[in-house]
């Protein structure tokens, strides 16, 4: 089945440690997100690629930086991860604008020890 | 800017009994809006979406209208079953590129 994946779905890191996060999809989508979700909070994105474009959110850190080398994969790299980063990173794909469908991943449960 | 309201959880139910789960929306222009779920361990699965006033979306026994006149999308079922335990979160598109704005999320547990 065509599909998101994540890997790997628990992470955990050190302070200051940097982190890498990686998502997968055989749907052939053009748009990749990332989401960051706070424990009883809304997903909240951080930032997309439509192809090879990137698009960062206005609020999004510095400290978070994204990758994506071809269609299939994209990565989120953390450099210097904080207490408050954890979280629950949240990788979803769209065939491209408008009202097309997100399909999301299963997540990756970040912890910062 | 955009934003989604959705009332607080958890909403406990008995199987069987009428579910509605309210959704509140402030955009500029015309969004799409959504209905996504969450089980547990998993990822955000599209239960069900309307994309212009008036529109009813559907799914699973699911439905939502999308009301322009009270920016609302409140989510319905007649009849839960205990596999609807889960975390519901509405949310909105803003106009061409399809950013999703989240609610934070409603869980629903239903007992037998």
């Known amino acids: 089945d065509a599909m998101v994946i994540q890997n790997p779905r628990y992470q955990v890191t050190q302070f200051g440690k940097p982190v890498t996060l990686s998502c997968s999809q055989t749907?052939?989508?053009?748009?990749m997100y990332w989401y960051q979700q706070k424990s009883s909070q809304a997903p909240k994105l951080l930032f997309h690629?439509?192809?090879?474009?990137?698009?960062n959110e206005a609020d999004t850190p510095d400290n978070f930086q994204s990758r994506r080398p071809n269609t299939s994969f994209c990565f989120l790299d953390i450099r210097s991860p904080g207490l408050g980063d954890a979280a629950m990173y949240l990788c979803?794909?769209?065939?491209?604008?408008?009202?097309?469908?997100?399909?999301f991943g299963p997540g990756t449960r970040l912890t910062v020890t | 800017g955009d934003s989604v309201t959705q009332m607080e959880g958890p909403v406990t139910l008995s199987e069987e009994a009428f579910l509605t789960i309210n959704c509140t929306y402030t955009?500029?222009?015309?969004?799409?809006l959504f209905w996504y779920v969450q089980y547990p361990g998993e990822g955000l699965q599209l239960l069900l979406k309307?994309?212009?006033?008036?529109d009813k979306g559907s799914n699973k026994g699911f439905e939502a209208t999308y009301r322009k006149e009270t920016t609302s999308f409140h989510l319905e079922k007649g009849s839960v079953q205990v596999s609807d335990s889960a975390v519901y979160f509405c949310?909105?598109?803003?106009?061409?590129?399809?950013?999703?704005?989240f609610g934070t999320g409603t869980r629903l547990l239903v007992s037998p």
């Open positions: 979803a794909t769209s065939k491209g604008q408008a009202t097309y469908e997100q399909y």
């Open positions: 749907l052939n989508h053009n748009v």
């Open positions: 690629y439509y192809d090879k474009d990137f698009n």
């Open positions: 955009a500029t222009g015309y969004p799409s």
């Open positions: 309307a994309t212009k006033a008036d």
């Open positions: 949310a909105l598109s803003d106009k061409g590129f399809q950013k999703l704005v």
